[in-house]
């Protein structure tokens, strides 16, 4: 397999790290036979020594999830370009660290399996953001990629009254976050996007915008007025959640096309999915 992430940089760094963390004899000669395994690639040998060092009472528990994650990385690098899900899924049975969990996420965003892709890229999300469990952290690049991937597929899942809101609250480092999706047509928020807007704002809370820009979009096909209607409809929810700082609404039309990620695999309408959105910004 090729992943698009630097699996084989964690990887080694995992093997080095194993060393560290064990104790006693018994915990050490097994923290041996696991690093042998690994450096060698005998992937046959993972299940039979995790369950020994499982079992293993000398064995901490933090050594343990460092074993399973490096595991879990190393199954990574072994599978085929073409592996289903199920097959990359195989890998987190170990551990679940950010890189298998994005390469999860992209075998269920090609198969257009966007509920799932979602869950498995935010969950990618999670991980990034532990120092514990990623020394290293990962490149501003990496996250950036994974965080479109995760408001992408939640916008492509289909919902009655609007698209899901799944990774609504997860900005970009780069843009605007976005706040909701709509309906072609539409500038009613519904119940799926109310939920989203409630979602980001505990995190408008938690920084103490004093103000916010929020910032309506529309596809190609549609009036461009409706877009400053879409601002409205946010900004009117935002205000009866309780935000208290000066909110402007800009409507751009269609003028400022969502930066998709492999736009190419998308269709013409789930493009223009991506395009019927709103955004907001701290304000100047």
Same mark, same amino acid.
């Given at each position: 397999?090729? +992943?698009?992430?630097? *699996? ?10 194993? =060393?560290?963390?064990? =104790? ?55 599978? +085929? *370009?073409? @592996? ?10 170990? &551990? ?21 892709? &979602? ?11 532990? @120092? *514990? ?7 501003? =690049? ?48 519904? =119940? ?32 461009? $007025? ?15 959640? &309780?935000?208290? &700082?000066?909110?402007? *609404?800009?409507?751009?039309? @269609?003028? $400022? +096309?969502?930066?998709?990620? $492999? ?11 991506? $395009? ?9």
């Amino acid at each position: 397999m090729s +992943p698009r992430l630097p *699996t084989l940089f964690f990887l080694a760094a995992g093997i080095a790290a194993l =060393s560290a963390s064990a =104790s006693l004899a018994d915990c050490k000669r097994l923290a041996t036979d696991a690093r042998a395994a690994i450096g060698t690639g005998a992937v046959a040998r993972y299940d039979a020594l995790y369950a020994a060092i499982k079992a293993e009472p000398s064995c901490d528990d933090k050594f343990r999830a460092q074993l399973g994650r490096t595991m879990a990385r190393s199954l990574l690098t072994k599978l +085929p *370009t073409d @592996s289903d899900p199920a097959t990359i899924a195989a890998a987190l049975r170990f &551990g679940r660290p950010w890189q298998v969990l994005v390469a999860l996420g992209d075998a269920y965003y090609d198969r257009q399996d966007f509920a799932s892709a &979602g869950d498995a890229y935010q969950e990618a999300l999670g991980d990034m953001g532990d @120092s *514990t469990a990623n020394p290293t952290p990962p490149q501003d =690049s990496v996250v950036a990629r994974v965080q479109r991937r995760a408001l992408q597929s939640g916008a492509l899942v289909p919902a009655n009254d609007m698209f899901a809101s799944r990774g609504f609250a997860s900005a970009t480092r780069t843009a605007p976050a976005v706040i909701a999706f709509f309906a072609a047509g539409s500038a009613d928020l519904g =119940s799926v996007g109310k939920a989203g807007v409630k979602a980001a704002f505990a995190g408008i809370e938690k920084a103490a915008a004093k103000s916010l820009v929020v910032i309506g979009h529309a596809d190609p096909d549609e009036a461009p $007025e409706i877009a400053e209607a879409r601002a409205r409809a946010v900004a009117a929810y935002l205000d009866e959640l &309780g935000y208290a &700082g000066r909110i402007e *609404t800009v409507g751009r039309g @269609s003028d $400022e +096309p969502f930066a998709a990620d $492999e736009p190419d695999k998308l269709t013409s309408e789930q493009r223009a999915r991506l $395009e019927r959105r709103v955004e907001y910004a701290p304000g100047g």
